[in-house]
T-cell receptor, first 113, second 114 residues
Framework: KAGVTQTPRYLIKTRGQQVTLSCSPI?????VSWYQQTPGQGLQFLFE???????NKGNFPGRFSGRQFSNSRSEMNVSTLELGDSALYLC????????????FGEGSRLTVL | GENVEQHPSTLSVQEGDSAVIKCTYS??????FPWYKQELGKRPQLIID?????GEKKDQRIAVTLNKTAKHFSLHITETQPEDSAVYFC?????????????FGKGTHLIIQP
């Protein structure tokens, strides 16, 4: 079974731009969660999608948004990028919602200049 | 929402010795506590978990203990080996009305000295 796939793996943007990251979950998994990983803050929860609906949302500004498609693939978007948005964005899938047993992708490393 | 504190941030032990990482949580309704291991440049992977109706769980050289009254849980690694070098994250899954998802500690960088 293929693992969680995230694209792109690396990207560089400038302040004020926007970015869209993509995540394909493990086949059969209907929940997709997104996390921001930074050296100082560890793993911070962004949001979770299950059956195309946002089920949970972390404490991030409205510039961070996401969606999930009928095939469970998910995208997250960050608008008006700031320097502090530089991070590794990890996607994780699980069979059910609000599961602590997550299967992570390799992540998308975003650098904002 | 849930808050998870993890200590220490860095832990260096001699190969063959034991390592202990401790976490506390704030939401008494949390009922699931997984531990993830992240090797350098790789994705986090679940290594062990414990539910609130269990006090201890073991899997070969690793074990996790949970004290619900004190709201803390710990990861124990015995007979440490070089491949145990990684960052370890504890986490808690809350049941409260807030939608926090899985809340992680800030991680412990475990260094195994040869």
């Amino acid at each position: 079974k293929a693992g969680v796939t995230q694209t792109p793996r690396y990207l560089i943007k400038t302040r004020g731009q926007q970015v869209t990251l993509s995540c394909s979950p493990i086949s059969g998994h209907r929940s997709v969660s997104w996390y921001q990983q930074t050296p100082g803050q560890g793993l911070q929860f962004l949001f979770e999608y299950f059956s195309e609906t946002q089920r949970n949302k972390g404490n991030f500004p409205g510039r961070f948004s996401g969606r999930q498609f009928s095939n469970s693939r998910s995208e997250m978007n960050v608008s008006t990028l700031e320097l502090g948005d530089s991070a590794l964005y990890l996607c994780a899938s699980s069979p059910t919602t609000r599961s602590g047993e997550l299967f992570f992708g390799e992540g998308s490393r975003l650098t904002v200049l | 929402g849930e808050n998870v504190e993890q200590h220490p941030s860095t832990l260096s032990v001699q190969e063959g010795d034991s390592a202990v990482i401790k976490c506390t949580y704030s939401d008494s309704a949390s009922n699931y506590f997984p531990w993830y291991k992240q090797e350098l440049g790789k994705r986090p992977q679940l290594i062990i978990d414990i539910r609130s109706n269990v006090g201890e769980k073991k899997d070969q050289r690793i074990a996790v203990t949970l004290n619900k009254t004190a709201k803390h849980f710990s990861l124990h690694i015995t007979e440490t080996q070089p491949e145990d070098s990684a960052v370890y994250f504890c986490a808690a899954l809350g049941e409260g009305g807030g939608a926090d998802g899985l809340t992680f500690g800030k991680g412990t960088h475990l260094i195994i000295q040869p």
